[in-house]
């Protein structure tokens, strides 16, 4: 915070370029791999595909996705399976 406020000027192109490089590094450092598989429960998947939970499993009772294993009365998702799922449906 100290050097955005006491940098002169003409140098904080390159501040600004070198937060912007640390952020980058440490969102991926965080996000899972595209390649990686995770398995995520109905409401995250409802998120990601903007829809309602109540949707989601309504949906499912008509059309079973194909990237949903129920356990129990409960729905989870695979994280890789659902994107796969959006960019079919983007086609």
Known sequence: MQLAVTLPPDRLPE?????????????????????????????????????????FYRNHKRKPYPFVSPEGGKLTASLAGLRKYQQAKRR
């Not at 965080?30 to 390649?35: E, G, L, R």
Request: charged share 30%.
């Open 15 to 55: 501040f600004l370029g070198e937060i912007e490089t640390i952020r980058i590094v440490a969102l991926a450092r965080i996000q899972p791999a595209k390649d990686e598989d995770r398995t995520i429960d109905a409401q995250t998947a409802a998120d990601e595909l903007g829809i309602a939970r109540s949707t």
